[in-house]
């Protein structure tokens, strides 16, 4: 019996200590009150995955881009661009793009790492070996190749390997390539190189900084400089709004750079300023964002997909490393269709598996619209329907706070932030609670303030006769 009793509380140690590890891979969880991971019911189910195509297996797919119902997926050790209609719910082959006419010769791409298509549906491929970007339509006519581009503050001999590309509105080219800890390449309609943009901040080791005040210059000139990380894939959303990714670093995984390329993301309620599993260093290997701004994160090391709303609150974790249907091995991009499903690339499975939102995600989904949206009033029902089928779900209180302080229904508020941990809120809602109640009760505190200052003159004024009497009866 103690040795039962014991092997039980080993295991309920390592369950705490483990935190995350304790559930399945591919086990849905948010984070509680107290940042620790809980189990929450799943916003998204792996509807499927697509293993065999019309043109065969894939070979390393390496990007996968969406675009008015269309897929477009970089097939990249195929060497082939390969076209999809996902409308109404379905997968049918287009066509593949794997040579073009370029000039009166057949030409043909090397390990395509990226493609993008635009507005009017112009394809821009990351012809990565190769050294280019090529433009098609969207039958696979040529149009257009950018070669290495003329860059003054670098030498002609650089190498040159882009990866992946968005273009925006204005036929801007923003360009992904490999050794590039600038940022991104940016380059107008003609191919120009017109500057970098947005490169990741140098973020030197604290210890590395301290160890060098004991070398010599010539020994310090041995060691590693300290260079900015190159992004691991870009975004474009709307048109206009740039998102990068970067690998295995400790902030700022995610980023949405404004035009002069500073990073503008809301991190209002993003926990330790961390996308991803909070407690270790994710690798996000690429980014979304759907129609209403929810961020999806793709991490690599873990195989999971962590989602966002615009304000950085955590939303669902769908996902994990494995072999079953909505588990990776090695997940390479994501694209998000307009009706809300997620198209995931796995480069070492060859496959695509695709999550549609379950009746709880779509609910989460419609109530969070509204809360972004400033309804908080109009979203409350909604929140309260997830808290009654899922009590730990930590946003849903915080937007329930956030109706009542609307509402001015303040204590109610209160409690409601301080279960959601959203202290921003709560010390909202306390101000206005503490304005209110002296607002309604002004008269009587006066009268409450007035009549203890009468008792404590009353009071002093007996004890004074009180002592005056004592002294002058002892003397």
């Not at 916003?43 to 269309?70: H, W």
């Not at 190498?159 to 204005?170: G, L, R, S, T």
């Not at 048109?239 to 690998?247: A, D, G, V």
């Not at 759907?290 to 304000?311: A, F, H, P, V, W």
Request: hydrophobic letters at 35%; charged letters at 25%; proline letters at 3%.
């Amino acid at each position: 019996m103690r040795k039962l009793i014991g092997i039980i509380v080993a295991m309920g140690v390592f369950m705490l200590v483990s935190g995350i590890s304790v559930y399945a891979q591919d086990q849905s969880y948010i984070y509680n009150k107290y940042q620790q991971p809980v189990p929450s019911l799943p916003g998204y189910y792996a509807q499927t995955s697509y293993e065999e195509f019309e043109c065969g297996k894939l070979n390393v797919p390496e990007d996968i881009y969406i675009r008015d119902n269309y897929c477009f997926i970089a097939d990249t050790n195929n060497n082939r661009i390969i076209i999809y209609d996902i409308s109404n719910n379905d997968f049918r082959f287009i066509r593949i793009i794997d040579s073009f006419s370029n000039n009166g010769k057949q030409d043909k791409f090397s390990n395509p790492n990226g493609v993008f298509a635009n507005a009017q549906m112009e394809l821009f491929i990351a012809d990565t070996t190769n050294g280019r970007i090529v433009k098609l339509d969207f039958e696979g006519n040529f149009i257009n190749v950018f070669g290495k581009p003329e860059i003054t503050v670098m030498s002609n001999n650089y190498e040159y390997f882009p990866k992946k590309i968005v273009v925006d509105e204005d036929y801007r080219m923003y360009i992904l390539a490999t050794g590039m800890t600038e940022g991104l390449m940016q380059l107008n309609k003609n191919g120009e190189f017109i500057r970098f943009y947005g490169s990741n901040p140098v973020r030197p080791n604290m210890f590395e900084l301290l160890f060098r005040n004991f070398l010599t210059q010539e020994q310090i000139s041995r060691r590693r400089i300290f260079i900015p990380q190159e992004y691991s894939n870009v975004t474009l959303s709307n048109e206009r709004f740039i998102y990068t990714s970067t690998l295995g670093v400790e902030n700022e995984q995610v980023k949405h750079l404004n035009y002069s390329g500073k990073n503008i993301i809301r991190m209002d309620n993003l926990v330790h300023n961390k996308y991803g599993d909070h407690t270790t260093v994710p690798d996000i290997v690429d980014v979304g964002v759907d129609k209403s701004d929810n961020i999806y994160t793709l991490d690599q090391k873990s195989g999971r997909i962590y989602q966002y709303n615009e304000l950085s609150d955590l939303m669902f974790v769908t996902g994990g490393i494995g072999d079953k249907q909505g588990s990776f091995k090695k997940a390479t991009a994501l694209a998000v269709a307009d009706d809300g499903r997620v198209f995931v690339t796995d480069s070492m499975k060859n496959n695509i598996t695709v999550f549609k939102p379950t009746e709880f995600g779509a609910l989460v989904l419609k109530a969070n619209d509204l809360y972004i949206e400033g309804y908080f009033k109009e979203s409350r029902d909604n929140w309260d329907e997830i808290i009654k089928r899922d009590a730990n779900y930590t946003l849903a209180k915080k937007s329930i706070g956030s109706a009542y302080l609307q509402e001015k229904q303040y204590y109610s508020a209160m409690k409601y932030f301080l279960e959601g941990r959203d202290f921003k809120g709560y010390s909202q809602a306390f101000e206005k609670f503490r304005t209110d109640f002296l607002r309604k009760n002004f008269n009587i505190i006066c009268i409450i303030i007035i009549i203890f200052i009468t008792l404590v003159l009353v009071f002093k004024k007996r004890i004074t006769r009180s002592i005056d009497g004592i002294v002058e009866f002892v003397g």
